[in-house]
């Protein structure tokens, strides 16, 4: 892994999919990145041409030598992303009340 964040380029960012792939000197070849990686305000997506802080690990993944570890746009600070206690990305609840029975009398 490297020690610090190093700038990179994201080559490419599919949305639908969450992933995308990030070009720096330090990871020839490129570096995969999914979006829980992805440490920004709101929604986890970037786009291609993005200029981005990236910490890696030399991993494989999906075919790629490099994996990102935590990635965010260059010229911000990282956003510490908070997951449910659950520990997934989406929580939903849902409150059922029933009315009591009609009085037939």
């Known amino acids: 892994m490297s020690g610090m964040a190093v700038r990179g380029t ?3 960012w599919d949305a639908d999919e969450g992933w995308g792939v990030v070009d720096s000197p330090e990871t020839p070849g490129g570096c995969w990145a999914g979006f829980s990686a992805v440490a920004v305000a709101g929604y ?3 786009d291609a041409g993005d200029q ?3 910490e890696w690990e030399a991993a494989r993944q999906d075919g790629w030598a490099f994996r990102a570890t935590r990635l965010w746009r260059h010229g911000t600070e990282p ?3 908070t997951r449910s206690a659950g520990g997934g990305a989406y929580r939903s609840t849902l409150t059922l009340t029933f009315d009591p029975p009609d009085d037939p009398d």
Request: charged share 25%.
């Open 44 to 46: 986890a997506a970037l």
């Open 52 to 54: 981005v802080m990236l």
């Open 79 to 81: 956003v510490e992303r």
């Open 10 to 12: 994201v080559r490419l």
